[in-house]
């Protein structure tokens, strides 16, 4: 069965840094995905992205955070300068069309230090 | 208004039973509910998903109990077994312009004691 893959599986990175987190949707899903988990919490949205471009965003993907499509299999996050508080899972999530089925990723632990 | 509400945080059941976890939601606008299970170390995976035009939808031991007067919906999971143990977690969104995120709720913890 198809999944989404996420690469590096746990990212350790200094405060102030840049982080890519990477992922590769399922190859004839249209739309992509980003969330968080904080330790504990709940599943966050952080942004959908279609057509390459981002299509709805939530108050915590700020100017911090972009997205980017840079071939036809890949789909990244980057955090432009990473803070003690955006330690979490990331997972990226795929789906066919706007509204049904998300598949997600295993996600990626970010630790930041 | 977008906050899923869900509960109860941890359930207990014994091996054979019936597992039954609650959510609560405010946005009238919400018009698609999954239920995610997931496993320590791994992604959310989709089990269950219903849309309000239907009060009940059924997959083997998963069924989804949907009142949408009551803005409320359920998970029951029947012949509960040891391997259904993990945190399982509702959510909603709605289908109107965009590609709207899953709001989540907080989850439940859950253990099937055999």
């Known amino acids: 069965e198809p999944e989404v893959t996420q690469t590096p599986s746990h990212q350790v990175t200094q405060m102030g840094q840049e982080v890519i987190l990477r992922c590769v949707p399922i190859s004839n899903h249209l739309y992509f995905y980003w969330y968080r988990q904080i330790l504990g919490q709940k599943v966050e949205f952080l942004v959908s992205?279609?057509?390459?471009?981002?299509?709805?965003k939530s108050e915590i993907f700020d100017d911090q955070f972009s997205v980017e499509r840079p071939d036809g299999s890949n789909f990244t996050l980057k955090i432009r300068s990473t803070k003690l508080e955006d330690s979490a899972m990331y997972f990226c999530?795929?789906?066919?069309?706007?509204?049904?089925?998300?598949?997600f990723g295993d996600g990626t632990r970010l630790s930041i230090l | 208004q977008q906050q899923v509400k869900q509960s109860p945080q941890s359930l207990i059941v014994q091996k054979g039973g019936i597992s039954i976890i609650n959510c609560a939601y405010e946005?009238?606008?919400?018009?698609?509910f999954p239920w995610y299970q997931q496993f320590p170390g791994k992604g959310p995976a989709l089990l269950i998903a219903i849309r309000p035009d239907v009060s009940e939808k059924k997959e083997g031991r998963f069924t989804i109990s949907f009142n949408k007067s009551a803005k409320q919906f359920s998970l029951h999971i029947m012949d509960s077994q040891p391997g259904d143990s993990a945190t399982y977690f509702c959510?909603?969104?709605?289908?109107?312009?965009?590609?709207?995120?899953?709001?989540f709720g907080k989850g439940t913890h859950l253990i099937i004691q055999p």
């Open positions: 999530a795929s789906s066919v069309g706007d509204v049904g089925p998300q598949h």
């Open positions: 946005n009238t606008a919400f018009d698609y």
């Open positions: 959510a909603a969104t709605d289908s109107g312009g965009g590609a709207d995120g899953l709001t």
């Open positions: 992205f279609y057509n390459n471009e981002i299509s709805e």
